[in-house]
């Protein structure tokens, strides 16, 4: 079977995302299989998965317990409709959910994708206001260099300028808090940066032009990942806590990539000890081998919708595939993987280690910050004059070539391995690194 793909004659047809195709498809970088901490190349070379995909594959690739319930589900139900009919595994793996969340978050909403999930997070908080009475606060709020998907809604509350300026006027009524990326006054900050909380009060600012009776949500990443690993100054989340609560304004975090054990706790939630509304997950929740996201709202959201005739629609959203079966399935064994293995709590007995490997790395050429959380970390480079991303991207290839798969954004290279990082491979994972650092130019 492998055989088949292992060698396509032609690369034309894919379109591929968030790609330089010509680049790639010029020399291409195919891998073939994996299993836990590595791929197998199309050479036949093993490479180390420094980002566990991309932020998705938390417990390691090819695990057991998922193939074995895909494969399973897949014999036994395959699909079902998803609108006004159920299957008993997406209750199942519903509850499951619920136990796990940070208390209050009840109920969930499935999607297909972490943009997915964005979206319904987006339209529940903007009903929700009106079911309640306040159907004048239709403003949402993001934050700059915020990434909350590709899709229409989430490029609007995000803050990616490429990602945003070649679709037009996008949602309206939106605003954005100040990112919280203050180099330089926390550069080479291990954990939360102790500069920056005073940056939540820009959510003041915003409430007093705008006033609070238009605003429905806020939404941000609690440790933004896309754009470079942007860890909240201490104190931050909680002031913007308070301020939503202040003002009746909806709290949504993203945490896309934060769940799921990313920051050594099951979710960023559990890390800083503050709750929103709505707490948008996908990517891990299946080990990212089926697509799904999950979005958790707290019963009092939930609650306000189950009004009206029974026999009525109570939320007009929904997606062919919400609660898909295998897609349950594959969550289903992946929850039970991380629990065996306690995939989701490794923070005290691992993250000091990474963190000590990583900052190791401090003094290696290009190097200007590095920043770490859990298992989350990021070697920023000073971009070459002129040719910005051009620096990374070279490290990128090389470590490609080394044996290493990192990922890179802008000049910054971030760093997400899969949670069953052992503390050797950690070792190996930043030698590969560090030997890349010193090779290019
Ligand atoms: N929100 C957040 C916080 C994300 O990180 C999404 C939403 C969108 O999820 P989907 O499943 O629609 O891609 C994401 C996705 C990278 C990288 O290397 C990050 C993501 C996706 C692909 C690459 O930084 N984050
Ligand atoms: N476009 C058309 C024409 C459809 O019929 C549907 C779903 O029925 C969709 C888009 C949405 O697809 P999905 O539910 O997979 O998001």
Known sequence: MLNRVNAPNDLSAFWM?????????????????????????????????????????????????IVEAIQHQAAELDYAPAFQMGHPIAFEFANRLVDMAPVGLNHVFFTNSGSESVETALKIALAYQRVKGQGARTRLIGRERGYHGVNFGGISVGGIVGNRKMFGTLLTGVDHLPHTHLPAKNQFTRGEPEHGAELADELERIVTLHDASTIAAVIVEPVSGSTGVLIPPKGYLQKLRQICDKHGILLIFDEVITGFGRLGTPFATDYFGVKPDIMITAKGVT????????????????????????????????????????????????????????????????????????????????????????????????????????????????????????????????????????????????????EVLRAID
């Open 287 to 434: 080990n990212g081998v089926i697509p799904m996201g999950a979005v958790f709202v707290t019963s009092e959201i939930h609650d306000a919708f189950m009004t009206g005739p029974e026999h009525m629609i109570e939320f007009a959203h929904g997606y062919t595939y919400s609660g898909n079966p295998i897609a349950c399935a594959a969550g289903l064994a992946t929850l039970e993987t991380y629990k065996e293995e306690g995939l989701l709590e490794r923070g005290p007995e691992i993250a000091g280690y990474w963190e000590d490997a990583l900052h190791s790395l401090k003094g290696e050429p290009h190097v200007i910050d590095i920043r770490n959380i859990g298992l989350v970390g990021a070697i920023e480079l000073e971009p070459i004059a002129g040719e910005p991303t051009k620096r990374a991207f070279s490290a990128f290839l090389k470590a490609f070539e080394r044996g290493a798969l990192i990922r890179t954004t802008g000049d910054i290279i971030a760093l997400s391995p899969p949670l069953i990082i052992s503390k050797t491979q950690i070792d190996e994972l930043i030698d590969h690194v560090r």
């Open 17 to 65: 995302p968030f790609t330089s195709n010509r680049q790639f498809k010029q020399t291409p970088r195919m891998l073939v299989a994996a299993k836990d901490m590595h791929y197998t190349t199309a050479d036949g070379r093993q490479v180390m998965d420094g980002t566990a995909g991309l932020w998705c594959v938390n417990a390691g690739h090819c695990r057991p317990k």
